[in-house]
């Protein structure tokens, strides 16, 4: 096969792409196509952006364990309401754990179509409902709508375990013969199908796809989306993770782990992240979801922006499925390289909202990253949102995300709840206690980290014109 390479470029108004031109002779369907002409667009550099796109946030929208209006949301985590209650969804009687973060009194009326009820999982509900919310809460209405180049507009939202429910049920029914099988097992079952649903309704026809980073999953999906902004290639993007593992074979799935707590007399004290009596996580469920834009798109239509994404970070330990590298650094490397890419010293940091997910080595391993990371700064504060709402898998660094942007718009970090014991490990300087303490943040830290090593990290700050 022969080839040769030239190089060129490719304009546009925002930027200028460097791109590889390459001539080659390839089969496509068991034929030979002469010199067909491919073209990569590779990421444009720091210099070829011009002008700088900076990224913001101007809509939320979530379905948790604690409520399902983001000012709500923020509220009870202020107040430390826990979400941690017995499991109703199924008997989960013979089970060793018995408690989750579960959402009850859910309706999708008025977000999402009957029939789609019908049809969908809770994790696709969820996420259709968030965002759709986060539209109305940005300001997007029909006027807006009608105004927007749809071809900028993309949506990327992921799931740890995508439709897993839709995908148990075909089990079951394909036991009994295939035909039993409901003609959506396979679509509805996908981790990208919600993404497509959301778009086939809103009509955006820029990137959408899904991640799939377990418990990493909505950090990568927001910073992926941020991207797009900043390379010019969308305006707007609704991005973040949707899940609903509450079923048989989930719950089982991570008992198996031996990664769950089993303070089954307690539910609302089981979740504890930093406490000397941690015992594991507690599975939670919900949806957060963020519309992103560029600043000046934002800025064109009077939205009211909420925060800006200054940037981050993705690594993997490339150590162990389940357990964190021993001496953190995956975690370091990750935040490290985050701050460095958005221009920030570590000083510049006062506000974490940790992975924490009430896990004895988990917690005690990012910890010694952080400290690494920031030393012992007297204005950093640490909590964890998990403590009240559980563990969202692929929902979570949405939602906490969500939690960081309400922290910043409030001036009030939530408590660490069930923090009764602080371990001897920790600082009870930095690890907020079990009130909530009112904070100028500065820039906030946002991380999340997924089976297989994977680590994200997002920093977040103030919109300062």
Not at 434 to 458: H, M, P, R, W, Y
Request: overall charge neutral.
């Amino acid at each position: 096969m022969a080839s040769f390479s030239s190089s060129t470029s490719l304009s546009s108004p925002l930027c200028t792409w460097p791109v590889q031109t390459r001539y080659t002779d390839f089969l496509c369907f068991g034929k030979r196509i002469e010199k067909a002409r491919c073209v990569a667009v590779y990421a444009a550099t720091e210099e070829q952006r011009s002008p700088k796109r900076r990224v913001v946030v101007t809509g939320v929208g979530v379905v948790s364990p604690i409520g399902h209006d983001a000012d709500l949301f923020y509220h009870h985590l202020l107040e430390g309401v826990s979400g941690i209650t017995e499991i109703q969804a199924f008997d989960c009687s013979k089970f060793p754990t018995r408690i989750a973060g579960e959402i009850q009194n859910f309706s999708a009326d008025g977000w999402v179509a009957p029939k789609l009820v019908n049809r969908a999982d809770k994790s696709m509900l969820y996420m259709l409902t968030a965002g759709k919310k986060a539209l109305v809460d940005g300001g997007v209405t029909e006027d807006v709508m009608s105004e927007l180049d749809k071809s900028k507009c993309g949506i990327l939202i992921g799931s740890a375990l995508g439709g897993l429910k839709v995908c148990s049920d075909a089990v079951e029914a394909s036991r009994v013969s295939h035909k039993k099988m409901k003609p959506f097992s396979i679509p509805f079952g996908s981790h990208n199908m919600g993404s497509a649903i959301l778009a086939m309704d809103l009509g955006w026809m820029g990137p959408n796809y899904a991640i799939n980073a377990n418990g990493a999953t909505s950090n990568f999906c927001i910073l992926s989306a941020a991207n797009h902004i900043v390379r010019g290639n969308t305006d707007m993007m609704l991005c973040g993770g949707s899940e609903s593992a509450l079923i048989p074979i989930g719950l089982g799935g991570f008992i198996a782990c031996q990664a769950l707590s089993k303070r089954n007399s307690d539910p609302t004290r089981a979740s504890r992240p930093w406490d000397m009596e941690r015992d594991g996580s507690v599975l939670g469920e919900g949806a957060g979801v963020l519309l992103l834009e560029e600043l000046h798109h934002a800025q064109k239509r009077r939205a009211k922006i909420y925060a800006e994404i200054l940037g981050g970070s993705f690594t993997c330990d490339a150590y162990n499925v389940t357990d964190p590298h021993p001496n953190g650094a995956g975690v370091v490397m990750c935040i490290e390289k985050a701050l460095a890419q958005s221009g920030l010293s570590r000083e510049d940091v006062n506000y974490i909202n940790a992975h924490a997910c009430s896990t004895p080595e988990g917690d005690l391993r990012e910890y010694e990253a952080i400290i690494h990371c920031f030393g012992h700064n007297p204005e950093l504060k640490i909590n964890s949102t998990k403590s009240m709402i559980g563990n969202l898998l692929g929902a979570a660094g949405a939602v906490e995300a969500i939690a960081t942007i309400k922290a910043i718009q409030t001036g009030w970090i939530h408590p660490n709840l069930n923090l009764e014991t602080l371990d001897k490990d920790f600082d009870t300087n930095v690890v907020v206690g079990t009130k909530k303490e009112q904070l100028d943040i500065k820039v906030a830290l946002s991380n999340s980290f997924g089976f297989g090593g994977l680590n994200s990290c997002i920093l977040l700050a103030p919109f300062n014109g």
